[in-house]
């Protein structure tokens, strides 16, 4: 299916499709996937890979040892390999153009992941080198966060098409968040900016991961929503809710939406106070960057104007007046099965948009 | 004093000496300078302008008279041009680069300062467009907020000389603030990003000018810190302390470090109290921005580590660990007296560099 045309003895192929490898490296899944310039995935798997136990204490930092690390990264380079040579079965004129990987708390500036207890690695592993070891044939191989991921994913592909200033939030088992400034990623000094699950919503407040109390992520997260939803329930010993038959583990942010559809009053609740803080805390970050748009990603989002109205409610209420109506509030336009490895492959077409 | 070289038909002239207007324009003054790249001031005047009544409600926006807002511009200009006349009597060779205006609440983006109740101007003044009408023959007019001037000021000339990512935090009447990300300011999507005074330090906590609560400007700006020391002084109900014999308008930044040089408990209370909260809000900005410094300007900053100790150890403590130990907590290097027009002048040498 290749067409040559030849004029003044060069050769021009019109039908070379471009493609980047997008890895999704998780703590408990990790997913490589071959994404086009549209964000069409044409091959995706979820391969097992070999992960270190994590330890008791989370601030101990054990090197891993140099064999787990090897398995690790010949298991990629496999994997990608396999994909690449998968594609290429059916589009034999791929041109593979790099690879982007999102992880948690990745380090775009050094290529490096694990500086946290987030991960199953437990000490800092140089990916990109690693990797570009075992692949020299790819130029581009960066790495960084999966909220920064998930946030070019949205300017190259989703809803942000076009826009130079906004910022991406995802509710997960964590909050994360992509800044964009200008059009691009803020990565700050060192590479780490944007950890927005680790402000200060409820000084003195509930226990976050980290160890510190009353940080968004422990409110606003898929998880957050989880804590009040029992809160609630402890509070007002409600046993009529039917969220009061599902264990603590068992809860999805999907259950408290049908029992919110149900006009369930702990549900309704849960939504109010949620907005409530997440409300305030944009505010902020409108005070702080002043977006052209906030987006939101994650299986809370599915709730629509039940998370959305006392959200945009709250941070209205809380902007200098001349903020106000301004920022759009908007969910995430990018498909949420494949959106962390079209946000990793992202990466690579915004590291070619800027060396054009 | 005139060098002229010939050179292949060009005149080359060693001895220009290269400046910038800087205008400083607030709620109470207006300051006028002539500053060279250094930030040396050659000139400086404070002159009267007329300044319209501020209206008893913030949020009316009633155009000041035509014949008023061409007073004022006529005002400036002629100022303007007497600086520059005066700089020239003893500098034949000056070449003025541009105009650079700080205000507070100014829009970078279409040159109008006048969008909210803190400034004299109680409707939008297209300061940029009206200048430059008057005084043609000054390519570069710009204006920005006061805080954002004062960040380019310590990039230009101050402290952060060869930082690309920092913050500015003012504190005086308001807390201002300047962010820089990747060398440039962040003016967000419609040019007003950089409101950290108004993000919420404690929910539902003191009023603030703006109308909402809360806000870290009602805290830790100097009128913040004079709020608790009254606070204190009515809790413990303290008699003994120097502050108590000082009325609530006398009281400046300088008496409670006094106080405090001699342990006085209230005013020892007060610097802790500022710093906890300070260093939080900070903790939060660090989590945004990931910034190689955070500059603190302004009156509270002379009381040394008497408030950056208690800020450092609270902003320390609130931040995820990976951060911890990281990021400066800096006095400004700009001298307070000069500051407002050194920073203003900054816009145009920043434009100036942009360009090259």
């Known amino acids: 299916m290749r067409d040559f045309f030849f004029n003044n003895g060069e050769q021009i192929d019109f039908q070379m499709k471009q493609v980047v490898v997008g890895l999704d490296i998780g703590g408990t899944n990790t997913a490589i996937g071959i994404v086009d310039r549209e964000g069409n995935v044409l091959y995706e798997k979820k391969p097992q890979l070999p992960t270190p136990q994590k330890k008791e204490n989370p601030d101990s930092r054990v090197d891993i040892s140099d064999d787990l690390c090897d398995k690790f990264i010949a298991l990629i380079t496999s994997e990608i390999r396999l994909a690449v040579a998968t594609v290429r079965q059916t589009i034999p004129d791929l041109e593979v153009m790099g690879i982007g990987i999102g992880a948690p708390y990745a380090n775009y500036y050094d ?106 992520e422990a409110y606003c997260s898929a998880t957050g929503i989880r804590r009040t939803v029992f809160e609630l329930l402890t509070k007002q010993n409600n046993s009529e809710s039917p969220l009061a038959k599902v264990s603590f583990n068992d809860l999805t942010s999907r259950m408290v939406y049908d029992a919110a559809v149900q ?53 209205e209420r809380y902007l200098l007046p001349f903020y106000r109506n301004r920022v759009k509030l908007l969910p995430s336009k990018l498909k949420a099965g494949s959106a962390a490895i079209v946000g990793a492959s992202a990466l690579v077409w915004k590291e070619i948009d800027k060396s054009r």
Request: hydrophobic letters at 40%; charged letters at 15%.
């Open 111 to 216: 290529g490096t992941i694990g500086l946290t207890a987030n991960l199953p690695f437990v000490t800092v592993v140089h990916l990109t080198d690693l990797i570009k070891t075992q692949l020299p044939e790819y130029n581009i191989v960066k790495v960084t966060n999966d909220a920064n991921a998930a946030a070019l994913g949205e300017m190259i592909y989703g809803g942000a098409i076009g826009m130079r200033n906004f910022v991406m939030i995802t509710l997960g088992t964590g909050l994360g968040s992509g800044i964009i400034v200008n059009g691009d990623l803020v990565y700050g000094h060192d590479g780490l900016a944007g950890e927005l699950g680790h402000v200060t919503a409820v000084p003195d407040g509930r226990q976050c991961g980290c160890g510190s109390k009353g940080h968004l």
């Open 263 to 315: 006009n369930d009053p702990i549900a309704l609740e849960v939504f109010a106070y949620t907005g409530e803080i997440l409300g305030r805390s944009l505010a902020d970050t409108v005070h702080y960057l002043s977006p052209e748009a906030i987006f939101l990603f994650g299986g809370p989002v599915a709730a629509g104007e039940l998370l959305f109205k006392p959200t945009r409610e709250s941070m």
